[in-house]
């Protein structure tokens, strides 16, 4: 196999912001596992595209035996057609996760909170509009980078989803200027390490002040205080760490 010019991602440096995704032309790039990944070597035409998109330059062009590029079959892929069979020694691209990863939807933002809207959103609604506190995209913790930089230097409030619909004060109590992880600890996969070593590896390394777990007051819920006590003391960070239970009728309960 000839050598070429071709794309080189540091994982060790990628944060996961995504941002590589949509500026790589022909779909090479793709995130999994929270980082991106050169999915398949003859869907990079080594142009480096994507250098200048990367803000920790994780982003390298380094020469080596790889397959051609393939024009036609990165836009295929790009497009969503069927894969083309893979060169001579190179290995299929890898399937598509059942998270969507390489989303644009789930690149890591940071938002700036909404001024309070002059009259109510819905048709008939009384009252005066409520300003919304999210301070970040994405909330999913399956979904944020360990490395997002909204993480850093603030309180963390890890909320079970249904906090989100039964918490009529959630955006003024508990997003306003913290950052937000979302779980459901009966119906996510947390049968594996995959969740503790995540929030381990966010609560040894992400800068974060202080963590809060809303959680829902039924028995199943107690299981995201537990999945946070695990991590926090596998991190070996000494973070203050509070648990605040909701009634199912949107009181704090505890």
């Not at 912001?17 to 990079?44: F, H, P, R, T």
């Not at 892929?77 to 390489?102: D, F, Q, V």
Request: glycine content about 12%.
């Amino acid at each position: 196999m000839p050598k070429r010019k071709i794309v080189r991602i540091d994982a060790a440096k990628c944060n996961g912001c995504g941002q590589c995704v949509s500026a790589c032309a022909e779909g090479a790039i793709a995130m999994v596992n929270g980082k991106a990944k050169l999915v398949k070597d003859s869907y990079c035409d080594g142009l480096g595209a994507c250098l200048g998109e990367c803000p920790q330059d994780a982003i390298t062009i380094e020469e080596r035996e790889a397959a051609d590029f393939d024009e036609a079959a990165a836009m295929a892929h790009k497009h969503g057609g069927a894969a083309a069979a893979p060169h001579a020694g190179e290995p299929p691209a890898p399937s598509p996760a059942p998270l969507p990863c390489g989303c644009p939807g789930t690149m890591a933002r940071t938002l700036k909170p909404a001024a309070a809207p002059a009259a109510p959103c819905c048709a008939g609604g009384s009252g005066a509009g409520q300003a919304s506190q999210l301070g970040q995209w994405p909330i999913q913790l399956a979904l944020v980078p360990p490395g997002a930089p909204f993480l850093r230097g603030r309180e963390l409030a890890l909320a079970a989803d249904c906090v989100g619909f039964a918490f009529p004060q959630l955006h003024p109590e508990v997003l306003a200027g913290r950052a937000l992880l979302v779980a459901c600890p009966k119906l996510d996969d947390v049968s594996g390490r995959g969740y503790v070593e995540k929030l381990a590896e966010i609560f040894r390394g992400s800068g974060i002040t202080k963590v809060t777990v809303y959680r829902m007051e039924v028995p199943c819920c107690s299981g995201l205080t537990r999945l946070a006590r695990q991590a926090l003391a596998d991190s070996g960070a000494a973070l203050p760490f509070e648990e605040v239970v909701i009634g199912l009728s949107g009181e704090v309960a505890g």
